[in-house]
């Protein structure tokens, strides 16, 4: 499919229509007022040293001019205008002093080739999916999805507060990248088929575009997975190339068009549960920022995180409504069966990834061990108040 069909409009005009991007509402939802008053205090666009402010150290603000690579086709809903709405947010917060060009999958690198890119200084940072980087390590892929892993929040927890971060930094720095969470699409759909899967005997020999540990899963139950960039996969469900897709959800699904060639969508979409994407940074650049422009970034990331998310949420809700109410999409869910046989192929798959080495060993514990707490607490919390809603839920 053509980029151009998923262009919003223009980057002034996206400023103008979203008061997210209004800089004194981005510097007091990221917490960075104080960093708001250095700025001023250093001029905005000074390349010189600032002088200290109540007593805190000078502080030398340098103009940078950064490229920022992604894996999506431009402007393309939720992934593609998360990047964009990240890269704006970053020039906003530091005042214009950082300044971000953002480019889609293939304009200055493909959509697999962000890693490379930055990695080589090719670019500045990429914004992506980490399991696009498992051919550099298998234990990258507990940093976007794993099948039957965690949930977008339960993700954030882990990274933010169960020591992911630290495993992730020590795993990325020798190819020299510094990464961190920068947006969540949330649980996946189990994808588009051309035909009815009422049983695991229904997968021997489908061909399925799925990336990751989820398409190892596809393998060992008989199907043929293929990995296909997503502005490919229209044109490979359309000429019969593949027998069924998945891609992220309702609204994106919608958006690509999906329904025009197949009806039958399945749910749930074990292979990612809450797809965490990430903002990678050459290590060399991150390590050469101030304290004060690695704040402006990280908040950057982490208020994405956060708006992306509720984004996906609000706006998958509606398309799934459009899905199969104007466009006759047939809404399906896989047996208990073919669940079981997913959730025991996913186990051993994981297990297989950890055994890779120390590092991955490492990261698959400290994940599996939140994954545990998130699954005890989700059972206390967040599902049994679900339950409950449903027994009291108006039809």
């Not at 690509?256 to 074990?270: A, E, L």
């Amino acid at each position: 499919m053509a980029d151009k069909k998923f262009d919003r409009g223009t980057t002034s005009e996206a400023r103008e229509n979203d008061p997210s991007l209004d800089r004194r509402a981005l510097l007091r939802g990221a917490g960075l007022v104080g960093a708001a008053a250095l700025l001023t205090a250093c001029g905005g666009n000074s390349d010189q040293a600032c002088a200290p402010v109540d007593g805190a150290p000078a502080i030398l603000s340098k103009k940078r001019s950064l490229k920022m690579v992604t894996a999506w086709p431009k402007n393309f809903p939720g992934l593609g205008t998360g990047a964009e709405r990240l890269a704006r947010r970053i020039e906003a917060l530091s005042d214009g002093r950082i300044g971000v060009k953002l480019y889609a999958a293939g304009e200055l690198v493909g959509a697999l080739g962000g890693f490379d890119a930055v990695a080589q200084g090719q670019a500045d940072m990429y914004h992506a999916a980490e399991y696009y980087w498992q051919g550099k390590s298998p234990a990258f892929n507990f940093f976007a999805a794993v099948p039957m892993g965690m949930t977008g929040s339960e993700i954030s927890a882990w990274v933010r507060f169960g020591g992911g971060q630290e495993l992730w930094d020590e795993l990325a720095a020798p190819f020299g990248v510094k990464a961190m969470l920068a947006g969540n699409s949330g649980v996946q759909m189990g994808g588009w088929f051309q035909k009815d899967i009422n049983s695991v005997e229904d997968f021997q020999g489908l061909r399925i575009r799925m990336p990751g540990l989820g398409g190892e899963v596809m393998r060992r139950l008989g199907a043929t997975p293929i990995t296909k960039q997503g502005g490919e996969i229209f044109q490979a469900l359309s000429q019969g190339n593949i027998d069924a897709t998945e891609w992220v959800g309702p609204w994106n699904d919608l958006a690509f068009g999906f329904h025009t060639i197949v009806k039958n969508y399945y749910y749930p979409g074990i292979h990612e549960p809450g797809s965490a994407l990430s903002l990678g940074l050459n290590k060399k650049l991150w390590d050469d920022l101030s304290a004060q422009d690695r704040a402006i970034i990280e908040a950057s990331a982490a208020a994405e995180n956060d708006i992306m998310l509720a984004e996906f949420n609000a706006n998958n809700a509606r398309a799934l409504d459009t899905l199969i109410r104007e466009h006759g999409v047939k809404l399906k869910r896989f047996s208990d069966e073919i669940l079981k046989r997913l959730g025991e192929l996913s186990t051993d798959v994981i297990a297989e990834v950890a055994a890779t080495d120390d590092i991955s060993r490492r990261i698959f514990e400290s994940y599996a061990a939140s994954r545990k707490d998130g699954m005890r607490w989700g059972e206390i919390g967040e599902r049994a108040f679900a339950e409950a809603r449903a027994l009291s839920a108006a039809e």
